[in-house]
T-cell receptor, first 118, second 111 residues
Framework: EAGVAQSPRYKIIEKRQSVAFWCNPISGHATLYWYQQILGQGPKLLIQFQNNGVVDDSQLPKDRFSAERLKGVDSTLKIQPAKLEDSAVYLC????????????????FGPGTRLTVL | AQSVTQPDIHITVSEGASLELRCNYSYGATPYLFWYVQSPGQGLQLLLKYFSGDTLVQGIKGFEAEFKRSQSSFNLRKPSVHWSDAAEYFCAVGTGNQFYFGTGTSLTVIP
C-alpha cells in the first residue's frame, strides 16, 4: 500500500514570496490533515478536510494561508505572502474513517515539506 | 483547555537499557491517546494507541504504554532499547473535534 506522498520535500524562498505544497493521501482515505511543525515543537493542526469539505480550519492563518482539496483526493496548501516565522516542516496526514470521529483513528503521515523562508 | 505535556525534552539511554517516556494530558473525559515516533527527515509513524479497554497497550517495535486515569498519564515504555530507537517521540491526544501533539522527547541511544 502506497503511503502519503508530499512534494516538494524541500523549499527555500524569500519572505513575501508565495509557495505551494502538494499532498496525495492514501487511496480511499476520506480525511486529510495539514500540520505545521516548527523546529523543536510538536505538529500543530492547520486544517482538516473530510472528502473535499473543510471540517476544521480554526488554526489556519487565513490572511496568508489557504488550502483546497478538489475532488476529495489531492490537496494543496498555499502560503502567500510568506513570512520568516513560516519556516517549518509542513506535514500532510490522512485517515480512513470519515466524520469528526476520524480524530480518534490512526493518521498516516507523509514525509513532510521543509520550508525555509529567508 | 486541553493540553499534552511531555516533561522530558531530551533523554539519553544506553543500548539495552530500559526506557520510559512520560506523557500527561489535560482533558475532562477519557481521550484517545497515541504515541508517534519521528526519525530524522521522516514523517510520523504510529507506535500505539489507546481508545478504551485494557489500560496496557502493546505497540510495534516492542513498545508498550500504560494509561493511568488517576494520573492523567500515558507513559511509553520499552524494556530494552536498540540503537535504531534513537528518534523524536510524540504523545498525542484526540478529543472530540481536536487533536493535540506534545512538544516531543528526543531520544539518544549510546552504545
Amino acid at each position: 500500500e502506497a503511503g502519503v506522498a508530499q512534494s516538494p520535500r524541500y523549499k527555500i524562498i524569500e519572505k513575501r514570496q508565495s509557495v505551494a505544497f502538494w499532498c496525495n493521501p492514501i487511496s480511499g482515505h476520506a480525511t486529510l490533515y495539514w500540520y505545521q511543525q516548527i523546529l523543536g515543537q510538536g505538529p500543530k493542526l492547520l486544517i482538516q478536510f473530510q472528502n473535499n469539505g473543510v471540517v476544521d480550519d480554526s488554526q489556519l492563518p487565513k490572511d496568508r494561508f489557504s488550502a483546497e482539496r478538489l475532488k476529495g483526493v489531492d490537496s494543496t496548501l498555499k502560503i502567500q505572502p510568506a513570512k520568516l516565522e513560516d519556516s517549518a516542516v509542513y506535514l500532510c496526514a490522512s485517515s480512513l474513517v470519515s466524520g469528526t470521529s476520524g480524530r480518534g483513528n490512526e493518521q498516516f503521515f507523509g514525509p513532510g515539506t521543509r520550508l525555509t523562508v529567508l | 483547555a486541553q493540553s499534552v505535556t511531555q516533561p522530558d525534552i531530551h533523554i539519553t539511554v544506553s543500548e539495552g537499557a530500559s526506557l520510559e517516556l512520560r506523557c500527561n494530558y489535560s482533558y475532562g473525559a477519557t481521550p484517545y491517546l497515541f504515541w508517534y515516533v519521528q526519525s530524522p527527515g521522516q514523517g510520523l509513524q504510529l507506535l500505539l494507541k489507546y481508545f478504551s479497554g485494557d489500560t496496557l497497550v502493546q505497540g510495534i517495535k516492542g513498545f508498550e504504554a500504560e494509561f493511568k486515569r488517576s494520573q492523567s498519564s500515558f507513559n511509553l515504555r520499552k524494556p530494552s532499547v536498540h540503537w535504531s530507537d534513537a528518534a523524536e517521540y510524540f504523545c498525542a491526544v484526540g478529543t472530540g473535534n481536536q487533536f493535540y501533539f506534545g512538544t516531543g522527547t528526543s531520544l539518544t541511544v549510546i552504545p
